[in-house]
């Protein structure tokens, strides 16, 4: 089976491989190889903050009535102390 690549091409590749010229492009190859990675963890990251959101806001839509007083998003409601547990 015959190529049609020219004689004068590989020469060209040969002479580019032996100067290091080649190097450069390798190490892009390797620069975009580890964007496109961290571009793609980033975006499993926002797919699932935005699963999280939907979770949240469906939680407060269906959830009970909010209770009157300070309230913490990472705790709840604040807790009150009877005389009895202050002891």
């Not at 091409?9 to 892009?28: H, I, M, N, P, S």
């Not at 913490?72 to 005389?83: E, F, M, N, W």
């Amino acid at each position: 089976k015959r190529h049609d690549l020219s004689r004068n091409l590989v020469r060209v590749w040969v002479q580019k491989y032996e100067t290091g010229a080649f190097d450069d492009d390798a190490a892009a190859a390797d620069t975009i190889q580890a964007y496109e990675a961290r571009i793609a963890a980033l975006e499993r990251l926002v797919g699932r903050q935005a699963l999280e959101l939907e979770f949240l806001k469906g939680a407060l839509r269906n959830g009970p009535p909010p209770r009157s007083g300070p309230m913490s998003v990472i705790t709840g409601p604040a807790a009150s102390l009877s005389p009895r547990d202050a002891g």
